[in-house]
């Protein structure tokens, strides 16, 4: 089986994830600028991981019964709009703590969606005995998004700002949303991605 589909979407896959992690990374370093508030920075991890915690017990079911590439396609584009928000808000002057409080919870929700559909698609792409492969690629792509978002989002945010990152998610977005939508088709004899 060819594995030209997976590595096109692992690849765009860790774009967009380092992209997002930049900005989680320079979204968390503003907010303690703005409040020194270890408090707040943990309402940030709160509002990250509730929603997922709890839709993840249920999303399963709606991910087995449904496109698994057109949940990856609208949580990502409600997440890109969440930061899209986030953008439209710094330029204007108008961001505030609690705007990263519900971005997180809707990026969260989504991402509880958006996580298990990428897995149960890639496990369809790729045939079982490449599962070793892959999963060794996942976690090396993780632990090279570990590393470098909070470098780059640090460095990229002294020289441009909190809005340059965000144009670099952004553009990362962009990356995987056009790759998946264009590039990764795959069926096999059960069901399409």
């Given amino acids: 089986m060819n594995m030209k589909n997976y590595y096109i979407f692992w690849l765009s896959q860790t774009v967009s994830q380092l992209g997002s992690s930049m900005t989680g990374f320079a979204l968390g370093v503003w907010a303690f600028s703005q409040t020194k508030s270890p408090f707040t920075m943990s309402i ?19 991910i087995d019964t449904h496109s698994k590439k057109k949940i990856m396609l ?28 519900i971005v997180n919870l809707i990026t969260s929700f989504m991402n509880a969606f958006q996580s298990p559909a990428s897995k149960v698609a890639v496990g369809m792409m790729v045939p079982e005995e490449k599962f070793e492969k892959v999963s060794g690629m996942n976690s090396f792509s993780n632990s090279v998004i570990m590393i470098f978002a909070p470098i780059l989002g640090a460095t990229v945010c002294s020289i441009w700002g909190l809005a340059g990152v ?18 990764i088709m795959y069926c096999n004899l059960r069901k399409c991605i």
């Fill in 44 to 62: 940030i991890s709160f509002c990250c991981y509730l929603p997922y915690i709890i839709i993840s017990m249920f999303a399963g079911v709606f």
């Fill in 74 to 101: 609208i949580a990502d584009s409600v997440a890109a709009l969440c930061t899209l928000f986030v953008f439209a808000m710094l330029r204007l002057n108008c961001f505030q703590i609690y705007h990263i409080f």
């Fill in 166 to 183: 965000i144009f670099i998610d952004l553009s990362s977005f962009f990356i995987a949303f056009v790759t998946l939508l264009f590039f």
